[in-house]
């Protein structure tokens, strides 16, 4: 197993443009999720997606969207670049998290955005 | 709102201690805690998962404790070595919150030295 898959590893943007980051995982997990991590914040959740066709939002999800077409993808993408959504990204799967239900996540290796 | 609190910020022990990295949690009202560890500029490996109805996991060197009435976990790391510098993150799902949500710690940066 890859395990949880994120590209690219690197990225430079200009204000204004847009690109999607892309995440895979091959252990058949119904929940995926995005987060960023900002020194001085931790993480925080942008969008979670309890399996195919089906996303919300999380506590920070303004200027990025997402879709799920399969179990295996969850891409993001980001409509207009701004610098302050320069970050480390990281997606993570789990089993599906129903309430009541309890298990364990996995992060991928993250991608490194820089809007300029 | 959850907020998860990691105590000590940075720590620098010689080869062969025996730590304890400290998480707390303001609100009890949890589904589970998982212990994570974060090499620089790599992504959050699972270390542990205790659910809430347990007390402790343990993973060879590593051991994990939750006190879910006070709001408390520790880490146990022993006989520590070189290759156990990271940074440590503690997260925890809240009933109530946003599905699936991890609260996360800004994390306990160890350094262990030969």
């Known amino acids: 197993n890859a395990g949880v898959t994120q590209t690219p590893k690197f990225q430079v943007l200009k204000t204004g443009q847009s690109m999607t980051l892309q995440c895979a995982q091959d252990?058949?997990?119904?929940?995926m999720s995005w987060y960023r991590q900002d020194p001085g914040m931790g993480l925080r959740l942008i969008h979670y997606?309890?399996?195919?066709?089906?996303?919300d939002q999380g506590e920070v999800p303004n200027g990025y969207n997402v879709s799920r077409s399969t179990t295996e993808d969850f891409p993001l993408r980001l409509l207009s670049a701004a610098p302050s959504q320069t970050s480390v990204y990281f997606c993570?799967?789990?089993?599906?998290?129903?309430?009541?239900?309890?298990?364990?996540?996995?992060f991928g290796p993250g991608t490194r955005l820089t809007v300029t | 709102k959850q907020e998860v609190t990691q105590i000590p910020a940075a720590l620098s022990v010689p080869e062969g201690e025996n730590l304890v990295l400290n998480c707390s949690f303001t609100?009890?009202?949890?589904?589970?805690l998982q212990w994570f560890r974060q090499d620089p500029g790599k992504g959050l490996t699972s270390l542990l998962l205790?659910?809430?109805?347990?007390r402790e996991q343990t993973s060879g060197r590593l051991n994990a404790s939750l006190d879910k009435s006070s709001g408390r976990s520790t880490l146990y790391i022993a006989a520590s070595q070189p290759g156990d510098s990271a940074t440590y993150l503690c997260?925890?799902?809240?009933?109530?919150?946003?599905?699936?949500?991890?609260?996360f710690g800004r994390g306990t940066q160890l350094t262990v030295w030969p």
């Open positions: 993570a799967s789990s089993r599906n998290q129903g309430f009541g239900d309890s298990y364990e996540q996995y």
């Open positions: 205790i659910q809430s109805s347990q």
């Open positions: 609100d009890s009202a949890i589904y589970n």
């Open positions: 997606s309890v399996g195919a066709g089906i996303t």
């Open positions: 252990m058949n997990h119904e929940y």
């Open positions: 997260a925890v799902i809240s009933r109530g919150s946003t599905l699936g949500r991890l609260y």
